[in-house]
């Protein structure tokens, strides 16, 4: 069973500053997806981004980017340019390929909190 | 609009009194789950659905039945509903690519 581990339960940045959370998954799998989801106060989840084990390149949209290690199992988001909009629970997740590639194992969350 | 939809979205009962929180969704997916979210324990998968009349326990069945009778439905029942499945749940759906899901609102269950 894969497991996802976030280190960070709660943490804090100055607006505009940059921030980066942590990840870091176990799993015997080679090929495998994984996400972070941001949740604001609205508890509406909302997919942020994406990497597929396979691609070296690490994915990014707009402000957000990850670090995808994949021998260290570590998977985590850099947010630059922090804005109080990012203000949210951050949950990282885990996806294998196969029957149960549409299912997902959550980690527990890091809440950010963005100071003005 | 694309869009997942969960009724009620607000719900307190008491212990017993069975209930059903509805999803639907106008994305014609396939797969379609449940979860629970819990303060310091994350997402927790209840069921899930490949596909019409597919079904199969996640992580956290006990207490929980579904159905997938229409591809756009997943309802979840709570047959007799106890206080430890005080609770906010969330209705997803993927297609096409894997693992990405589009959530629900978020249904918050208070059982007495």
């Known amino acids: 069973a894969q497991t996802v581990t976030q280190s960070q339960p709660e943490m804090s940045v100055q607006e505009a500053e940059t921030v980066t959370l942590s990840c870091t998954y176990d799993?015997?799998?080679?090929?495998?997806?994984l996400f972070w989801y941001k949740q604001p106060p609205s508890r509406q989840m909302i997919l942020v981004i994406r990497?597929?084990?396979?691609?070296?390149q690490n994915a990014t949209e707009n402000r957000f980017s990850v670090n995808f290690q994949k021998a260290a199992k570590s998977f985590s988001l850099k947010i630059s340019d922090s804005q109080l909009g990012d203000t949210a629970m951050y949950f990282c997740?885990?996806?294998?390929?196969?029957?149960?590639?549409?299912?997902?194992?959550f980690g527990k969350g890091t809440k950010l909190s963005v100071i003005p | 609009e694309a869009q997942v939809t969960q009724n009620p979205r607000y719900l307190i009962t008491v212990t017993g009194k069975k209930l059903t929180v509805t999803c639907s969704q106008n994305m014609n997916h396939e797969y379609m789950s449940w979860y629970r979210q819990d303060p310091g324990l994350g997402l927790r998968q209840i069921y899930y659905?490949?596909?019409?009349?597919?079904?199969d326990k996640g992580d956290v069945p006990e207490g929980y039945k579904v159905s997938r009778k229409e591809k756009r439905n997943f309802p979840l029942i709570l047959e007799s509903p106890s206080p430890n499945q005080t609770s906010l749940y969330f209705c997803?759906?993927?297609?096409?690519?894997?693992?990405?899901?589009?959530f629900g609102e978020g249904s918050r269950l208070t059982v007495l």
């Open positions: 997740a885990f996806g294998a390929p196969g029957a149960g590639s549409y299912q997902l194992t």
């Open positions: 990497q597929e084990a396979y691609k070296q």
């Open positions: 659905s490949m596909n019409v009349e597919v079904t």
């Open positions: 799993t015997s799998e080679n090929n495998y997806y």
């Open positions: 997803a759906s993927s297609y096409p690519r894997p693992g990405e899901l589009f």
